[in-house]
Each structure stands twice: as structure tokens, then as C-alpha cells.
RNA sequence: GCGCCCGUAGCUCAGUUGGAUAGAGCGAACGGCUACGAACCGUUAGGUCGGGAGUUCGAAUCUCUCCGGGCGCACCA
């Protein structure tokens, strides 16, 4: 309602503008006053016209709150500071459409989005860092639906690199394991536990002989061109541990719809297709000598010269026109050996960015060629999540060929995202191009305190730093799986002192649902840009700002229902006829009021903080809201005893605020994939 | 060396497209349960927004520069 509104006000004043000043402005800068005595939204737009105009600000504002006259749900507009415009509600109105839940429909762009996250290495436990990626990648897909997008989840796996080849050499050549071996042990309930510690091993067992790298290669290479033992065990453990990831993230209420396997991308020749263009396009070129001589190669990402090859620069008072150099090497073929990126070796293989080319043009639709697809997990709600195979089942749902696409990989790795969307603008899908987000977040590290907790040896140097890089590599993380065991302890042990006359089952669930909701939260409450420093004592804090404060929020507003015998599911049936406007209007107007209509106001404010969490792709915002919104209601809360009210007609009106505030609050927990428990 | 990101209260972080008195949480000190259950609320202390220069009516936010930290820059993925 809050956005709504917004809009209706900048379209009127962008209107009265062009009429009365004859300025044509696409739009205006809204914001969100200070405090609500100062209305709901603040102009200042008066210091900006105040030179094309010639005119004092306040003057111009003066101008333009005498003129622009009435606009439908606003009460008034003032003149403040020293040229502010602020725009007041009619708070009756705007209280009962917020309790109706009127919902102005807005334009939903018409195809499908292709949101990639998670994309774990099938070859050990997911770990933090992969939590921050899929929570990130799972929210941004619930905000897509709640603003009415068609989304597919998918997760690319990459099953046949050095990875998965590191733990096939374990088994094989290390621990001398059979296949039937390696197949039972896959079967063992934390296989991708076991394949942690292995992996962890085999890198050591690389350093302590050099030789031993020759092994990886080789099966490296069996596992590519497939149909030998390695590569049989490959897929035995890659398959097995991809599994496990499903299982751990399901039991954050994460799930996929497609799982496309790099093998496919292989085995059916996506590259091939991919190439043949990428040479007729003129995107690639063949390397003659150098260091990559032999090689195809093409412009490193990010490295392009600007379109216009000058620079201005103001030294002192003299404007002077610099050349930059790169007038001379913008042909392609004479990109610096340093600019270079090789996608074809010159051994004939293609590389990892080569690969995720042909992938990225597949997924909008621009290979001419599909995969093979099979039903491959089946989640306990019973949606099933599919996976690439060379032939598939010929029903299926339609993958791919999508208008946009997220994908959610972190920063580490924008060098390679930015080449491959140049390598989409050379061959000249720019409108494709311009639809490819990566969607981009900082790496979970863990605090020295931490990587001592967990028992690692840290050297001098290392324990100094803010924080330590995890590395599966080195076994140096905390894995996905025994986090959410603590967080789900912890939370049961506080369930079972508060509620004790509940049953083991009730209680189990309701530890699952805070123990995630705190692990939602907190991967949700940084921003994308900010390296989160892991430590146990905050992940598994329940106080302050965290997911049970706000899920404890809801929890209390459901108790007010519960006391007072109301059901909130029947409130919503005839709650237009629960508090009419002119009550609304009694009760949120007048002294003493601003802080009830505080929490009206923020309420209203949920489809605004989710189109500002999409345009920005920073799931953070909803954080945030969810936050302020369980605060305000705290408050409230104490200040305002529902049940002990004794005029029964404040007391609906009351209960009306209670009802919009849970709901509020729900969805936007449910948009970040955390459920309310039942009694906390 | 080149590129990207970060530097805000003791700690961890917010601060939308430049705007009104820079905000939270944790921690610290004190206070609040007659239960709509305190996983909560209140009060207090705590800031030269890394330093400097510039643009602007106005800068934590934009530009430049310096300092400090992180991450990239493989014929790995």
C-alpha cells in the first residue's frame, strides 16, 4: 500500500511539474521522513529546482504545495525546514486498506527468471559459505514469486572436475577402496562427511610427493572421457554427496528444480555448438605465440577499454583531453597477453569458462541444443527436482530459454561472470546481456577465536587477522549439517525448560523452526558486499537482532488471539467490517497516537521493501523490515495491554492492529523462509 | 603491478537514488514480571563516519589522493 501510494504521488507531482514549470522529470526523489509527526513521505525537490528556477526553495515549495491540489488518500502537504515537502496520509483510509489488504496490481513482467545458486562441489559436506549462497539465492527466489515472477531454482553441478576427481584418487589409491566398496559406503547416512575428511587427506597426500599430482591427472582425464572405473566412481560418489546437499538444504526449506551436470554439458556437446559461434562471431581468437600460443582465447572480462577511448581530466583550471593508448589495441586480436583468457588449451580441451559460455547460452535459449532430463529427487512435499541426463524422459517440464538470470556465485569469481557476459555482447546478444545478473555476495570466513574453537592450529600470523578464509581443501570450515545440529540443540534446550508440558515431537519442531529461523536471519541480516567473520556465539544467539526475536514477535501477537478466543484465519473473513475508517480514523489521529501509526505505517510497508530488495538484489532490506517490524510491535506490546482494554471499541481497534501486524510480519518471515512456531 | 570490495560507537553491523538531530544489536551500568509468558521492554554511557583536499545550498554517501585491510588477476573450477 505504502509503494502504491508513492507512486501515485510522484506521478501527480511529476504531472503538476510539466503543467505549471514546464519540466519534464521521468521521476522525483521520495523519501521517508524522519519521524511520522513529519508525515509519511518527504520531497526535496525544491533544492534541486531552486537553480533551474532561479527561485528561493522554499519559495518554489510554497509554490507547489499551494498549487498541486488534491491527491486521492493524502490528507495534506507542508512546507518544512528550509524547503522540505512533506506529503501526510489520510490515516483512516490508508488503515483500512491495509487491513483489507488491498492490493493495487502492478505490472509483472512477463518471462520466466532462472535464479543458479548453491552450485556446491559434489565432493564433500557443504559448509557455511555455501549456506550464505543458497539462503541468499533461496530468499531472492521467495521474493521473485511474492512480486508474482515465474522462477526456476537451478543448481549447476559440476561432477567431473578436479574436485570430485581429488576424492575418486582417495578412494582409488589411497585407501585401495573397491567400487562396491566406495558404492557402500555412499549409502552411509553422512557420506559427504566422510568424503570431507578424505578430500582434506588426498591434498596433504599431493604435497607430500609431488608424483602423486600425476594420478589426479590422470583421473581427471578418465573421468572426462568416461566409461572406465574412475569415472564410475566418480558418479557413485558424486551423485551420492550431491544427495546429501539436497537433504541438508531441504531441511532449511530449500529446494531446486533442475540440477544440470557438467558431464551433459559434455557428453552432448553444448561446447561444440557454442564454439562454432563463438568463432564465427569473432569473440574468440587463435593465439600464435606467447604463453598461449596454441591456444583460443578471448578478452579477459572486465578489461575492455572504454567505448569512448578518452578520458577527461580537470587538472587545476585547464580542461585537458587524454588520450588513452588503447585507441591502438582495441581490435581483439591484439589483447595483451595479460588481458588474455584461454577458453580452449591448446591441448583441444575447453575450459571452465568456455563451458559456462555454452551454459549461459542455453539458458536463454540460444544453443539450439537441450539437455536430456530426468526425475531425480523427490521432496517431502512431493515437488520433484530434476537433473540433466545424455537422454532423458520425454515428459518434462521446460528448462532453460528464461528472459533473465541471477546467478547468485560470489564475488571471488566476477572476473569470470563479467567474461562470460562479454562474450554474450560479442556475439551480440546485448539484450540477454543486459538481463545477466550476478548476483554477487562476500565469502563466509571464520574469526580466529572460532578456527581455534573448532581446534585448528592457527600460526602467528594467522591468528592476527579479522578472519580466516574457510578452505575445503585444507578440511577448514564448519560444516552446514553440524551447524544446524548445534543451532537445533541449543533451541531445543530453551523449548524444553519453557515448554515442558509439550510433546517431544512438538517440541522438536518447534526447535527446527527457530534453530533455522536464527540461521536465516543471520545470513540475511549482512549485507552482500560484507565478508561475514563466523563465530559460533553470534550464529547461535536467539536475543537482539535475530530470526526467533522477530519469530517471538509473531508468536506473542498469535498468543493475543489465542486469549481472547479469536481466530486470526476468521478475523481476516470480516475484518472489512471489524473497525470501520471513521474508527481508524478516531483512534490514529489526535496527541498520542504517532506511535501506533508508526507500526500501521511499517506494516504497509512490506511490497515496497520487497521491489527495493529486487531492484538492488539485496535480500538484506527484508531483513531489516522484518526486524523493525517485530520491534515496533514489542513495543506495543507493553504499552498497550489488548486484552485489559476496557472500551470494547478501541479493543477491536486494537486487535486490528495486532492482526495486520502478524500477518505482516509472516509473510515477510515466510518470504525469507522462516516459519512461525506454534508457542515459543 | 593491475582490477574489484571494505574502513561508521568497545565488538558486530545498518544507513536506499547526496538531505532534517548519524542508527541498531551485542557488550557495560542501572531499572522493569499482577502472565496478552522477560527469547521482551525502559534509562544511561559510548562517534573528529580511516586521514586530507574538492564538487554542492547540503557529503558517511559523489570525485581525487594518501593510509590500512580483504579478494581476484592459471592452458584450476
Known amino acids: 500500500m505504502y509503494r502504491h501510494l508513492q507512486h501515485r504521488l510522484s506521478d501527480h507531482i511529476c504531472k503538476f511539474l510539466r503543467r505549471t514549470y514546464d519540466l519534464d522529470l521521468a521521476d522525483i526523489v521520495i523519501e521517508q521522513p524522519p519521524r511520522v ?51 501526510y496520509l489520510k490515516r483512516g483510509p490508508m488503515a483500512t486498506a491495509i487491513t483489507i489488504d488491498e492490493k493495487p496490481q502492478s505490472k509483472v513482467p512477463d518471462g520466466k527468471v532462472l535464479v543458479e545458486h548453491s552450485s556446491i562441489n559434489p565432493n564433500k559436506a557443504a559448509h557455511v559459505g555455501h549456506l550464505r549462497n543458497a539462503i541468499l539465492g533461496d530468499t531472492f527466489v521467495r521474493l521473485l514469486r511474492f512480486s508474482g515472477r515465474r522462477v526456476d531454482v537451478q543448481n549447476y553441478i559440476d561432477n567431473t572436475g578436479v574436485q570430485v576427481a581429488d576424492v575418486v584418487v582417495g578412494f582409488l589409491h589411497i ?24 578430500y582434506a587427506r588426498v591434498s596433504q597426500w599431493y604435497q607430500e610427493d609431488k608424483a602423486n599430482l600425476q594420478l589426479r591427472l590422470q583421473t581427471l582425464h578418465d573421468i572426462e572421457h568416461g566409461g572406465n572405473e574412475s569415472a564410475a566412481v566418480a558418479d557413485v560418489i558424486s551423485v551420492a554427496v550431491l544427495k546429501r546437499h539436497l537433504e541438508t538444504m531441504d531441511r532449511l526449506d530449500i529446494e531446486y528444480d533442475f540440477l544440470p551436470r557438467e558431464s551433459e554439458i559434455l ?55 587524454v588520450p588513452l593508448k588503447s585507441e591502438v ?33 542455453w539458458k536463454f535459449g540460444l544453443l539450439s541444443r537441450d539437455f536430456g532430463y530426468l526425475k531425480f529427487y523427490r521432496y517431502p512435499n512431493g515437488h520433484d527436482c530434476w537433473i540433466s541426463s545424455t537422454d532423458g524422459v520425454p515428459d518434462h517440464p521446460h528448462f532453460g530459454d528464461v528472459a533473465e538470470i541471477y546467478n547468485v556465485i560470489d564475488a571471488r569469481q566476477s572476473e569470470a561472470q563479467n567474461t562470460v ?46 578472519y580466516i578464509e574457510v578452505s575445503g581443501r585444507k578440511g577448514f570450515g564448519v560444516k552446514a ?23 517431544d515431537e512438538e517440541r522438536s519442531t518447534i526447535a527446527i523452526q527457530i534453530a533455522v529461523g536464527a540461521l536465516r536471519y543471520f545470513m540475511l541480516k549482512f549485507t552482500k558486499q560484507s565478508v561475514i567473520a563466523f563465530d559460533f556465539k553470534e550464529a547461535l544467539s536467539f536475543e537482539g537482532e535475530t530470526g526467533p526475536y522477530a519469530q517471538y514477535a509473531a508468536v506473542r501477537a498469535t498468543n493475543i488471539f489465542r486469549k481472547a478466543g479469536i481466530e486470526p484465519e476468521t478475523l481476516e473473513k470480516d475484518v472489512a467490517s471489524y473497525v470501520s ?43 531489516k523490515h522484518a526486524f523493525q517490524l517485530a520491534q515496533l510491535f514489542n ?28 500477518r505482516e510480519l509472516m509473510r515477510v518471515l515466510s518470504v525469507m523462509g522462516i516459519a512461525v512456531p506454534a508457542v515459543m
Open 421 to 466: 557476459v562479454d562474450a554474450l555482447r560479442g556475439l551480440g546478444y546485448n539484450d540477454q546481456a543486459d538481463h545477466y545478473t550476478h548476483f554477487s555476495y562476500e565469502m563466509v570466513a571464520l574469526t580466529p577465536r572460532c578456527a581455534t574453537e573448532l581446534g585448528y592450529e592457527l600460526s602467528e600470523e594467522d591468528s592476527k587477522r579479522p
Open 581 to 623: 475508517t471513521g474508527e481508524f480514523d478516531k483512534y490514529l489521529n489526535g496527541s498520542d497516537t504517532d506511535d501506533l501509526w508508526a507500526l500501521w505505517l511499517a506494516a504497509s510497508k512490506t511490497s515496497y521493501v520487497v521491489d527495493q530488495a529486487i531492484a538492488t538484489t539485496e535480500p538484506a532490506y527484508l531483513a
Open 37 to 87: 509527526e513529519l508525515g509519511e513521505y518527504a520531497m526535496p525537490l525544491a533544492f534541486d529546482l531552486a537553480k533551474r528556477l532561479r527561485k528561493a526553495p522554499r519559495k518554489i515549495a510554497e509554490e507547489i504545495v499551494a498549487g498541486i491540489g488534491e491527491i486521492d488518500g493524502y490528507e495534506k502537504f507542508a512546507v518544512a525546514g528550509a524547503g522540505y515537502i512533506n506529503a
Open 267 to 321: 557428453k552432448l556437446h553444448f561446447w561444440d555448438a557454442a564454439f562454432e559461434k563463438l568463432k564465427a562471431g569473432g569473440v574468440l581468437f587463435f593465439e600464435n605465440e606467447g604463453k598461449n600460443k596454441g591456444c583460443w582465447v578471448m578478452r579477459r572480462g572486465g578489461t575492455a577499454k572504454s567505448e569512448h577511448a578518452d578520458a577527461i581530466r580537470k587538472d587545476e583550471d585547464i580542461l585537458t583531453i
Open 329 to 361: 589495441d582495441v581490435r581483439l586480436d591484439e589483447v595483451s597477453e595479460e588481458d588474455q583468457k584461454v577458453i580452449v588449451r591448446s591441448n583441444g580441451t575447453v575450459g571452465y569458462v568456455g563451458k559456462d559460455i555454452a551454459y549461459h547460452m
Open 481 to 503: 549439517d553440524d551447524l544446524l545440529d548445534r543451532l537445533i540443540a541449543s533451541a531445543r534446550a530453551e523449548v524444553d525448560s519453557r515448554h515442558p508440558e509439550l510433546s
Open 635 to 662: 513495543v506495543f506490546y507493553h504499552r498497550y495491554p489488548v486484552l485489559a482494554e476496557l472500551d470494547e471499541e478501541r479493543k477491536k481497534f486494537l486487535l486490528a492492529t495486532v492482526f495486520v501486524v502478524r
Open 175 to 198: 585407501q585401495k577402496k573397491s567400487r562396491e566398496e566406495i558404492e557402500q559406503l555412499a549409502r552411509e547416512p553422512r557420506f559427504d562427511y566422510y568424503c570431507w575428511d578424505l
